[in-house]
């Protein structure tokens, strides 16, 4: 399994600066082994797309959308479904913090995202997290297991192999305050056992990333841990230099 490095763009750059980051990307990754997913704003998706594909660059950069909507069409104004995402994007990143904090989606939303990726052939990569709050009073553990368990409740075990999970503490996101490879390390320990339990063998598939502040000075000691199959980045993969680096150190 090669390494998968996912940039967030979040709600950042314009079609103009995203189409410059890939080609800045392009100029500096050539001889990346991972496999680098980038993640425009739905704006910018289908232009990125397009740049891709004259600059041939389809196999070296792969997108994924920042959400998609649970529901094939419908009266669901601002939304975009999954039938929209269809030759554009490979994969679809669900359940962000961002999006369970600000825009209060729930596990049982997650699940039926889930299964919507499915229904369309799109890659989801599951976020999940604990917050401060959970992590002080020794709930950490717990919330994850808590969220996995809906949120995957919609897959089946052939579907394991396109699904990928994020483990991204809400406290080490976007804040600089980074996790201790350690309690990485501890947390990943008891998602492969709990997705063990649920899933047997089959669940050796399914790939782990780990996100949260992550930056070109400390991704190598997440990388280093035995379970982490790639990393989610988030303000770093903004910045080409760094997004670079950590892609060529993988
Ligand atoms: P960050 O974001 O790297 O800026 O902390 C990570 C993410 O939100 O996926």
């Known amino acids: 399994m090669n390494s998968l490095i996912v940039g967030n763009w979040k709600m950042h ?24 997913v980038l993640s425009p704003s739905f704006v910018a998706l289908s232009d990125v797309k397009k740049l891709l594909d ?16 649970q529901h094939d069409e419908g009266a669901f104004t601002g939304e975009v479904s999954p039938n929209m995402l269809k030759g554009i994007t490979q994969y679809v990143i669900v359940g962000h913090s961002e999006r369970r904090i600000h825009f209060g989606e729930t596990d049982d939303a997650i699940a039926q995202k889930i299964a919507a ?37 919609e897959i089946t075990k052939t579907e394991l192999k396109k699904l990928t999970i994020a483990y991204e503490p809400v406290w080490a996101i976007g804040t600089g305050e980074f996790a201790k490879p350690d309690q990485v390390e501890e947390m990943l ?47 770093a993969s903004l910045n080409y230099k760094a997004f670079a680096s950590i892609c060529l150190g993988v």
């Open 13 to 36: 750059l314009n079609v103009t600066e995203a189409e410059t980051l890939v080609r800045r990307l392009d100029m500096n990754v050539s001889s990346s082994q991972a496999e680098i």
């Open 117 to 153: 990726c499915r229904r369309h052939k799109l890659k989801p990569i599951l976020c999940v997290g604990e917050n401060l709050q959970e992590r002080k009073e020794n709930l950490a553990v717990r919330t994850v297991l808590d969220q996995l368990s809906v949120d995957l409740s």
């Open 189 to 235: 320990r008891q998602i492969k056992l709990f997705l063990h339990e649920q899933y047997g063998e089959d669940s050796k598939e399914i790939r782990i990333l780990y996100g949260g502040s992550v930056d070109e000075q400390n991704y190598a000691s997440y990388m280093a841990l035995s379970d982490v199959n790639g990393l989610l980045v988030g303000g």
């Open 54 to 69: 004259e600059l041939k660059l389809h196999t070296k950069f792969k997108l994924a959308a920042q959400n998609v909507n």
